[in-house]
């Protein structure tokens, strides 16, 4: 079975620092894919950035953007000149990618972020 | 975000109770979840539904039934509601596609007292 693990339950950052977010993950799939969501104090889950594990480029969205490394089964999120708007949990995500998949979604247990003014 | 709407968005009920959580969508997505959340363990799977009236379980399905009589509805219920059944409830929609991306609804917060 897949799972998912943050092994930082919060974190802090400076406004306009950067700050990065780990997680990994283990799986025997060679086809997935991974997110990263964002759910702030209103509770609604946001899509934060996505990548394709046959993809070795790391998918880049704005000011985040990911460290992707499939050997290591490891999926980080760095976010650039944070932001104010950006304090939230942030839950990593893994979705297989086989024939049978249904698409669920399996998370890791949050990150909350605190930004500093 | 799909037009995913979830009813009712808060609930307090008592042990034993019967209760009954809707999600809509407006999509036409083809794939519908339910998720819980609870601190420490992110969200879990609960169920999901492939299309109408087909339905599988997921992770922590104990104590709850689905049911998807039209594209655009799936209900969880909850038979008769249990103290560790309180959390927030998460409905999330997709298109079936293989490379889509999964929507959420904005959630509802069940207190089972």
């Known amino acids: 079975a897949q799972t998912v693990t943050q092994s930082q339950p919060e974190m802090s950052v400076q406004e306009a620092e950067t700050v990065t977010l780990s997680c990994t993950y283990d799986t025997s799939e060679s086809d997935y894919y991974l997110f990263w969501y964002k759910q702030p104090p209103s509770r609604q889950m946001i899509l934060v950035i996505r990548q394709e594990a046959y993809k070795q480029q790391n998918a880049t969205e704005n000011r985040f953007s990911v460290n992707f490394q499939k050997a290591a089964k490891s999926f980080s999120l760095k976010i650039s000149d944070s932001q104010l708007g950006d304090a939230a949990m942030y839950f990593c995500?893994?979705?297989?990618?086989?024939?049978?998949?249904?698409?669920?979604?399996?998370f890791g247990q949050g990150t909350t972020l605190q930004v500093k003014p | 975000d799909a037009g995913i709407t979830q009813s009712p968005r808060h609930k307090v009920t008592e042990t034993g109770t019967p209760v009954t959580l809707r999600c809509h969508q407006t999509e036409n997505h083809r794939y519908m979840y339910w998720y819980r959340q609870d601190p420490g363990h992110g969200l879990r799977l609960i169920h999901y539904?492939?299309?109408?009236?087909?339905?599988d379980k997921g992770e922590v399905s104990d104590g709850y039934s689905v049911s998807r009589s039209k594209t655009e509805d799936f209900l969880l219920t909850l038979e008769s509601a249990t103290s560790s059944q309180t959390s927030v409830y998460f409905c999330a929609t997709k298109t079936g596609a293989g490379t889509d991306t999964q929507y959420f609804g904005p959630g509802t917060r069940l207190t089972v007292l």
């Open positions: 539904s492939y299309g109408v009236k087909d339905t």
């Open positions: 995500a893994f979705r297989g990618h086989g024939s049978g998949n249904t698409g669920k979604l399996i």
